[in-house]
C-alpha cells in the first residue's frame, strides 16, 4: 500500500509541473500577440529608432552596430540590422568607417523616411587638392631672371645704347630659352603647381549625417531605395566618394603638413637659385654679345657711310665730268656734220652752234643747220643739251628749226617748210649725235623720219686776210 502511496504522489506531481508548464506557454503566446498587435498600430509612424539595448550596445563599444539575424518577415517594422549593410555600402565608406548609430526615422506623406546616420572613421580621409599659393609666390623668385634671359635681342642691343636704326625686325621676334634653362623652368613650375594630398578627416571623427531613403517588404524581404544625403551639402566634406583613405595613398604621396610644406619651399628656393645661377650667367653672355653687336653695325653703318659718300661723290664727279663733256661738245663755234638718211634718199647736213648759255641742267645754244655742200643756204636753229645721262650714258639733245634758206629740191625741205620742224637727237660718250628729223605733226607716221647722225669736227678756220 505504502508503494502505491508513493507511485500515486509522484504522478500528482507530474501532472502539477505540466500544467504549469501548459500556462506558462499559454501566457507567453498571449503576450506575444499583445505585443505584436501593439507594434501595428504603430508601424505606419516609424519603425524603432535602434535606440534600445541592442541598438545602444554597440555604440558604447565603439563596434558596429549589430542585431539578430533572424529569417526576414513579413512585418511593417524593420532594424538596423536589414538597412546597415545597404547604407555602408550608399554612404561609401566601407572602406575606412563604420556606422555606430542610426536612427532610422519616419516616413513622410511619399513614404520616404528621413533620419540620420553616426559615421565613425577608423583611417584618416585626404582629397587630392591645388597646393597652397605660397608655393607659387617661391616660385616667382625666378621671375624677373626669367623675364631677362627670355627677352628678344633687341632689349639687349637698346640697353647698350644701340640707336633705333640698327635694331632689326629679326631683333624684335621672342627669343626662347635654352634647353637647359627651360629645363629647369618647367621642373621648377611642375614642383610648384603639383597638386597635394589634404587631410579633410581624421581617424576617429564622428559624422552624423543625415539621409533619407525608401524601404518596401518584397520577396520576403526588406528592399531599400532611393538613397540621398537628407539636405546635406554633399559639395563639401559629406562627399565621402572624393576622399582617399589614408592607407590606400600613393607611395610618396605629396601630404600637406607643415614639415612638407616647409621643405617644398625650401625645395622650390633650392631650384630657383640654380636656375637664377645659370640664366645670370645667361644674361651676361647675351650682354656680351649685344655689345659685340653694336661695334660691328657701328662699322657696317660707317663703312656704308662712306661707301654712300663716295658713291655720292663719285656720281657728282662724274655729272661734273659730264657737264665737262657736253660744255665741250657744245662750245661756241662747235660744228657737226654728217648724214641724213630716210629710206633710199640722203643727203649731207652740218650744224653749227653760234652761241652757248650753261646752266645747272643744260646747256643752251644757238646756231644753225645748213647742207654741208651749201653752206651759204642754212636755217636758224635753237637747241638744248640735258646734263643729266640716261640709260645708255647719252644725253638728249632736243632742237627747234626756225626760218632761214634751203634747197626746196632736197627731200629736207619738207621740214623746212613746216612751222614745226625739229630734231632729236642723243649726245653720246664719243661725242656723236643721233636721232631723227622731223615734224611734230609726223609723230603717228614714223616713216617720214629723218635718221640723223652727226659727229664733232674741227672748226674751220678762217683764212687770213693776206
Request: net charge negative.
Amino acid at each position: 500500500m505504502q508503494n502505491r502511496s508513493d507511485s500515486g504522489g509522484a504522478a500528482n506531481l507530474l501532472l502539477i509541473m505540466k500544467l504549469r508548464h501548459s500556462l506558462t506557454i499559454l501566457i507567453a503566446g498571449a503576450s506575444a500577440l499583445y505585443l505584436t498587435s501593439c507594434g501595428d498600430e504603430g508601424s505606419d509612424q516609424a519603425p524603432p529608432s535602434g535606440n534600445g539595448d541592442q541598438a545602444a550596445a554597440p555604440e558604447q563599444s565603439g563596434a558596429p552596430a549589430q542585431v539578430s539575424a533572424a529569417p526576414a518577415q513579413a512585418s511593417s517594422t524593420f532594424s538596423t540590422a536589414d538597412i546597415t549593410p545597404w547604407l555602408v555600402s550608399k554612404l561609401g565608406v566601407e572602406k575606412y568607417a563604420q556606422i555606430t548609430d542610426l536612427d532610422l526615422g519616419k516616413a513622410d506623406d511619399k513614404g520616404l523616411y528621413h533620419g540620420n546616420a553616426t559615421i565613425s572613421l577608423n583611417d584618416d580621409l585626404y582629397r587630392k587638392d591645388f597646393p597652397p599659393a605660397e608655393f607659387n609666390e617661391e616660385r616667382k623668385l625666378i621671375n624677373s631672371a626669367a623675364n631677362r634671359a627670355n627677352a628678344p635681342e633687341s632689349f639687349y642691343m637698346m640697353q647698350v645704347g644701340a640707336p633705333l636704326e640698327y635694331i632689326t625686325e629679326e631683333d624684335r621676334a621672342a627669343k626662347p630659352l635654352p634647353e637647359n634653362l627651360t629645363n629647369q623652368l618647367n621642373a621648377l613650375t611642375e614642383l610648384a603647381q603639383a597638386p597635394v594630398y589634404v587631410l579633410h578627416l581624421a581617424a576617429n571623427t564622428t559624422k552624423r549625417v543625415p539621409i533619407s531613403y525608401r524601404a518596401e517588404f518584397k520577396d520576403n524581404a526588406w528592399q531599400f531605395s532611393e538613397f540621398s544625403f537628407d539636405g546635406a551639402d554633399m559639395t563639401q566634406e559629406l562627399n565621402f566618394t572624393s576622399f582617399i583613405p589614408k592607407a590606400e595613398l600613393p607611395e610618396g604621396a605629396a601630404v600637406l603638413t607643415p614639415e612638407f610644406s616647409a621643405s617644398r619651399k625650401d625645395e622650390i628656393r633650392r631650384l630657383a637659385d640654380a636656375f637664377n645661377t645659370e640664366a645670370t650667367a645667361y644674361i651676361q653672355t647675351r650682354e656680351e654679345a649685344a655689345r659685340a653687336s653694336l661695334v660691328q653695325r657701328e662699322a657696317k653703318s660707317e663703312e656704308e657711310a662712306r661707301a654712300v659718300a663716295e658713291q655720292a661723290a663719285a656720281e657728282e664727279a662724274g655729272k661734273q665730268e659730264w657737264k665737262e663733256y657736253c660744255t665741250k661738245a657744245f662750245a661756241k663755234g662747235a660744228l657737226f656734220r654728217g648724214e641724213w638718211v630716210r629710206g633710199d634718199r640722203f643727203g649731207q647736213l652740218s650744224l653749227l652752234v653760234a652761241d652757248v648759255s650753261v646752266l645747272d641742267q643744260s646747256i643752251q645754244f644757238f646756231g644753225s643747220i645748213f647742207d654741208t655742200k651749201l653752206p651759204a643756204a642754212s636755217l636758224q636753229v635753237e637747241g638744248r643739251c640735258d646734263l643729266t645721262k640716261d640709260e645708255n650714258g647719252a644725253s638728249t639733245v632736243r632742237i627747234t628749226i626756225y626760218d632761214g634758206m634751203y634747197d626746196p629740191d632736197q627731200p629736207t625741205a619738207e621740214v623746212y617748210d613746216a612751222k614745226d620742224g625739229y630734231l632729236e637727237l642723243k649726245l653720246m660718250p664719243d661725242g656723236k649725235l643721233e636721232g631723227s628729223m622731223g615734224c611734230l605733226s609726223w609723230q603717228q607716221d614714223a616713216a617720214k623720219l629723218f635718221n640723223i647722225k652727226l659727229s664733232a669736227q674741227e672748226p674751220e678756220k678762217k683764212a687770213s686776210g693776206k
